[in-house]
């Protein structure tokens, strides 16, 4: 029995997928969260020291009012420093004119300044919080095919050639789920760990929970499993596996296609841009796709026969290795390691000894038969346990 899809997971479903035809979905990327919060606490503090904290914000005022407003600036300057037994004079005994010319002299730095201090300084982090997300990917599952079309070109992983289980093939890593669509490749525009059609998603209803595992790790670990991450891969997988019952199939789809809520889309006007930016770039109209998926086929498709897979680097690998942080396992070490069959017997199921995904804060969970992938009946079943009562 497969777990049915709680009102959670159908909300993270309509925020991660959009429905594309009865066998085809389309995923989004979502990244960049830390740096996004990192910025966003930066903006809150750089705020408030420039207009709230008594001691600055009138010279943020002062400023803004130089680089926007300067005649009403210099007239508010020579107010406060004319005489008040010459009007025509200054303090100093210097005329107006000659008290504007020094003024303006003396704040010609200041504009140039006050631009770059107030204004860049913003406008970099509103374009840092605002960007949007580059990659989709399509999952195939009557073809059998995951594709994305990048720089001007077109990739495709075949899951019928895949020499490890299709659930090697996704990452559950901490709060991600993360995929790589052949033909491996570094190059194009990424980060510096992600680069190419490598595909990240981190939901907040992922790496939400995970923020609060950082402050409530002493007091309530088990926050950790209001992480979605291990459910999306699941959930992905089910889709892929032809011998998946059309209910479940019909569940995931009704999911993705189902009406959103009054605070559903209030969530999302408050967190979309921090999971994916201002909008996520969309993939060539499908008559464009379908063309070079042809081609493809026709091309080049037959001289492969079989694909290799990825690991992210860990603690025992050497520096080169953690620098390129996503390794590949070449198809000759997947034969050297008992891989030699293609399609890979059980191809959808779940390691159950060894995985190659182990995540720093929650091991293989996700990766590994366990409750984010298995029924519970299942999992009791496995453990030889008694079936435990449900909490009322």
């Known amino acids: ?114 631009y770059i201090f107030y204004i860049i300084k913003y406008l970099i982090l509103f374009l840092i919080l605002l960007k949007p997300a580059k990659r989709r990917a399509r999952f195939d599952r009557k073809r059998g095919i995951i594709y994305t079309y990048m720089g001007k070109k077109l990739y495709v992983t075949e899951i019928n050639k895949l020499m490890r289980p299709f659930p090697e093939y996704i990452a559950a890593m901490n709060a991600s789920v993360f995929f790589w669509v052949h033909p491996y490749q570094r190059k194009g525009t990424g980060t510096i760990c992600f680069k190419g059609p490598q595909i ?38 089910d889709f892929m596996d032809p011998e998946t019952p059309q209910e479940r199939i019909d569940e995931i789809l009704n999911a993705i296609d189902g009406k959103k809520g009054f605070f559903e889309r209030i969530s999302g006007f408050l967190f979309n841009w921090i999971d ?55 198809c000759e070490y997947n034969r050297e390691v008992g891989y030699r069959t293609v399609p890979c017997p059980n191809l959808f199921e779940y390691p159950k000894d060894y995985t190659i995904h182990i995540s720093k804060f929650l091991g293989t969970w996700g990766n590994m038969p366990d409750e984010s992938n298995t029924s519970l009946a299942e999992l009791e079943k496995q453990q030889g346990k008694k079936k435990r009562k449900k909490r009322k």
């Open 276 to 330: 994916s930016g201002l909008y996520t770039k969309k993939l060539p109209k499908q008559a464009i796709l379908e063309e070079k998926l042809e081609a493809y086929f026709d091309k080049e498709a037959p001289h492969i026969t079989e694909l290799p897979s990825f690991r992210f680097a860990n603690d025992f690998d050497k520096f080169a290795d953690k620098w390129r942080h996503v390794l590949i396992l070449s």
């Open 1 to 114: 029995m497969i777990p049915q899809l709680t009102p959670r997971l159908k909300r993270m479903l309509r925020r991660c997928f959009v429905k594309i035809d009865e066998n085809t979905i389309e995923i989004k990327e979502k990244r960049g969260v830390i740096i996004k919060l990192w910025v966003l606490f930066t903006m809150i503090v750089f705020g408030y020291y420039d207009f709230i904290h008594p001691n600055y914000r009138q010279n943020t005022y002062d400023n803004l009012q130089l680089i926007f407003f300067p005649d009403t600036y210099y007239q508010k300057k020579w107010e406060r420093f004319q005489s008040p037994e010459r009007p025509d004079f200054d303090i100093l005994g210097r005329k107006k004119e000659e008290f504007m010319n020094v003024t303006k002299n003396a704040n010609e730095d200041k504009i140039w300044k006050g």
């Open 200 to 237: 990240i998603v981190v939901d907040r209803s992922s790496w939400l929970p995970m923020l609060a595992l950082l402050f409530l790790v002493y007091i309530k670990p088990e926050v950790a499993a209001y992480n979605t991450a291990p459910y999306l891969k699941k959930i992905l997988v």
